[in-house]
């Protein structure tokens, strides 16, 4: 850790938010490098940190955890703290990953907004986390990323760590449905995720929101904040606008990463 107490300014990212900023703000704001949540607290973390010592004063901060490369919103501490609870240790380090952008999903989430997810680009480099899962935190991420309906397991390539740390293969989540078709058979960025040598157009949440709309012939019935509300509220009519987003998706051709099987229970509430 920087330091032996939370920095002040790290409280901001883990304010609670509306139900309609969970959809609006998404994927959420992260610090810059490497952090740790430690029972509801954030420390920032850097190489030192992780060599000479961390907040759990016993074996090193990464030892038996799963590194799961975070895309989106599993990057913000207040999306870390939200599906892991306040008793949680999560520590999170910064990666590159090569010749993948992070784009829109061909999907609305269950909270209303439209999620993302890894795609091939040649030549750009996303800034973006590596999520430490300990054995009892890994499968609830399965479930809160809808696994095997929403998104596949994966173990993906060309993930360069910032830290140095454990060797081995990185595993993330890629969406089964695909990604949005913004326009031409091209996908669109996150603008808030930060890479460099982008391919495609960078557009915000409320953009990925009214292509989802037009495409769905609802942008006559509902503005921004009435599609957030009714996505969240209404499970048939979300079901409805994903059927017809699978039309106006994109699958990606020879990707990174390999789908590994895994079955799961209780994910209903994620869908």
Same mark, same amino acid.
């Given at each position: 850790m920087k330091n032996d107490h939370e920095p002040a300014g790290l409280r901001?990212?883990?304010?609670?938010?509306?139900e309609h900023d969970r959809a609006s703000l998404y994927p959420y704001m992260a610090p810059a490098g490497g952090y740790v949540l430690v029972r509801g607290q954030l420390f920032l973390l850097d190489q030192r940190a992780l060599k000479e010592g961390n907040p759990v004063k016993a074996k090193p901060l990464l030892a038996g955890?799963?590194?799961?490369?975070?895309?989106?919103?599993?990057?913000?501490?207040y999306q870390l703290l939200r599906k892991f609870g306040s008793e949680a240790i999560v520590p $999170?380090?910064?990666?590159?990953?090569?010749?993948?952008? $992070?784009?829109?999903t061909a999907l609305v989430s269950y909270y209303g907004a439209i999620p993302c997810t890894a795609f091939p680009s040649l030549g750009t480099v996303t800034e973006l986390k590596v999520v430490?899962?300990?054995?009892?935190?890994?499968?609830?991420?399965?479930?809160?990323?809808?696994?095997? &309906?929403?998104?596949?397991? &994966?173990?993906? %390539?060309? &993930?360069?760590h %910032?830290?140095? $740390?454990?060797?081995?293969p990185v595993f993330g989540y890629a969406a089964r449905a695909g990604v949005l078709d913004w326009e031409s058979c091209q996908p669109a960025s996150l603008a808030a995720i930060h890479a460099q040598l982008r391919?495609?157009?960078?557009?915000? %949440?409320?953009?990925?929101?009214?292509?989802?709309?037009?495409?769905?012939k609802l942008e006559k019935?509902?503005?921004?904040e009435q599609f957030i509300a009714t996505m969240q509220a209404d499970k048939t009519l979300r079901a409805e606008v994903n059927d017809q987003l699978r039309t106006h998706s994109i699958q990606p051709t020879r990707p990174p990463w390999q789908v590994i099987p $895994?079955?799961?229970?209780?994910?209903?509430?994620?869908?």
């Open positions: 901001t990212y883990l304010e609670e938010i509306s955890r799963t590194p799961v490369l975070a895309v989106g919103s599993n990057r913000a501490p $999170v380090t910064p990666a590159l990953l090569h010749d993948c952008d $992070v784009v829109h430490w899962l300990n054995q009892e935190q890994l499968p609830l991420m399965h479930k809160t990323e809808g696994i095997g &309906v929403a998104y596949d397991y &994966v173990e993906i %390539q060309g &993930v360069e %910032q830290f140095e $740390v454990p060797a081995g391919r495609f157009r960078a557009i915000s %949440q409320r953009q990925a929101a009214q292509r989802v709309c037009q495409i769905a019935a509902y503005s921004g $895994v079955s799961m229970n209780g994910i209903d509430d994620y869908l």
